[in-house]
């Protein structure tokens, strides 16, 4: 049998792509390395002296801002639920205390979050210009709009909250696209705030209610999918089709489409182009999940974001039993806790019961009130989110390379353009309409 395409990787992208073609009556085949499909994506589920805790160990939420989202969810037999109308509330820790972000201008000039003289600074950015270069990091870019202030307080909190990344590193252009083109057009990011009336993200925050691994459950039963059947070779054949040889056997395809993240890919695609090898490079920083629950403390909001100069060694935590109801027990308050990341990567050289004992510690100095920790589980990620760098063009122009010399392979990983769930669905879904 011919498959119309085979798709190399069960994760959010590539499940949602196998499910859009599969449902055009495209025969395709999805092959999975381990043995559970979703990637990522890993909702824990734990009954406990009859109480239930629900915590995501990988991704949270989707912040539902585009059009593929909608249409994948409402083609699917799930139970979408939005986080709760206080979780636009969210907090900066700054000397032990948890400061809301402003969410209106005036808001800004009041908070004690950043000095009346970066406050001033706005100001000046209006007459900022567009960036002359090709690229740049997000540092570079917020310190000569904003200052050094506004990128510890605001920025880079925000940084590791999105990409558990550096913004010293990052790439406006391709981790932030949309600021890229904002300043391109008007240069001063004020100045589009007052044409366009937004800069920020739009788009609702949310998940289902038996968690993310919902989405999974109800897309895998609609595509023919293999587990525990790793791609260890493609090769083409002479009738210009390919041959993926995996661990559960060897297929025949028209086209392959990559989901997996870059050393991978890199290895499989080389033998086709092989200055594709330089996607080794991609770096993805070690994260730790913490999932916590203490006797109640009275939870509001979606969570708290930590500036690196306030010395603790956690990157921020998510209030979980305020963001989604059911999903910790009435009387307790349920924390993510992320700790690690590029900025603080030595955490997660510790043997998991200290990089725990740590995430307790440090929720503790932000709440001095909490007496236990009831419920407590790690989750370590030795490869989280891919760093879009500065300089991430070069990877850019490999991929167009082997898509000149090999149209058939499509590589639509967390790694090229996009990296949310969001993002990941959306092209998914633009791939399965073409296959
Ligand atoms: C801890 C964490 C928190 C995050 N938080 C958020 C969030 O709150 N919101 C958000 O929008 N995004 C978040 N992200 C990002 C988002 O989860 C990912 O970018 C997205 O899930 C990637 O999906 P994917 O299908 O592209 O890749 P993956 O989920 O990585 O799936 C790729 C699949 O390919 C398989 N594979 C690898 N090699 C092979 C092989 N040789 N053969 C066959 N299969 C193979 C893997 O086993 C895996 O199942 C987070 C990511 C992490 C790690």
New binding site residues.
């Given amino acids: 049998m011919i498959f119309e395409a085979i798709v190399?990787?069960?994760?959010?992208?590539?499940?949602t792509t196998a499910y859009v073609a599969t449902n055009r009556g495209k025969k395709v085949l999805v092959?999975?390395?381990?043995s559970r499909?979703?990637?990522?994506?890993k909702t824990l589920k734990v009954e406990r002296d009859n109480k239930t805790f629900l915590f995501?160990?990988?991704?949270?939420?989707?912040?539902a801002n585009n059009e593929a989202v909608y249409k994948l969810i409402n083609s699917l037999p799930v139970e979408v639920v939005k986080a709760s109308p206080t979780s636009n509330k969210r907090f900066i820790y700054k000397r032990g205390k948890l400061i809301p972000i402003p969410l209106k201008p005036w808001e800004f000039f009041l908070t004690p979050l950043v000095s009346l003289k970066s406050k001033l600074l706005l100001f000046r950015e209006f007459f900022e210009k567009p960036i002359p270069t090709e690229d740049e990091s997000v540092a570079s870019f917020v310190r000569r709009h904003f200052g050094e202030e506004f990128l510890n307080y605001f920025v880079q909190p925000f940084v590791s909250g999105i990409y558990?990344g550096d913004a010293q590193k990052l790439s406006l252009r391709y981790g932030f696209p949309k600021l890229w083109e904002i300043q391109k057009r008007y240069g001063s990011l004020l100045k589009a705030f007052f044409k366009e009336k937004r800069v920020a993200p739009k788009g609702e925050l949310i998940s289902f209610r038996g968690g993310l691994i919902e989405l999974i459950r109800a897309l895998e039963r609609k595509v023919n999918l293999l587990t525990d059947?790793?791609?260890?070779k493609i090769k083409k054949t002479d009738g210009n089709l390919f041959e993926v040889i995996?661990k559960k056997g060897t297929f025949k395809t028209k086209k392959v489409i990559i989901?997996?993240?870059a050393q991978?890919t890199a290895r499989?695609l080389k033998p086709f182009y092989p200055p594709i090898e330089v996607l080794k490079e991609i770096y993805y920083p070690p994260?730790a999940?913490v999932s916590l629950s203490v006797p109640k403390i009275g939870l509001e909001g979606f969570g708290f974001l930590v500036p690196p100069k306030e010395g603790l060694k956690i990157l921020g935590a998510i209030f979980v039993s305020s963001l989604f109801e059911y999903r910790c027990p009435k009387e307790e308050d349920c924390f993510s806790v992320f700790l690690c990341g590029d900025t603080q990567k030595e955490v997660c050289q510790q043997k998991e019961e200290e990089i725990l004992l740590t995430a307790q510690r440090e929720i503790k100095k932000v709440f001095p009130q909490i007496k236990e920790f009831r419920f407590r589980k790690i989750r370590l990620?030795k490869k989280?989110?891919p760093q879009y760098w500065v300089g991430y063009q070069r990877y850019m122009n490999a991929l167009e390379g082997l898509r000149k010399v090999e149209p058939n392979i499509l590589v639509?990983?967390?790694f090229v353009e996009k990296?949310?769930?969001?993002?990941?669905i959306e092209k998914g879904f633009k791939v399965g309409e073409q296959i």
């Fill in positions: 190399v990787g069960a994760g959010i992208t590539g499940l092959l999975e390395k381990q499909a979703g990637g990522n994506i995501e160990e990988g991704p949270q939420t989707i912040l558990a059947a790793e791609v260890l995996s989901t997996t993240d991978t499989l994260l999940v990620w989280s989110i639509i990983s967390n990296s949310s769930l969001a993002g990941c």
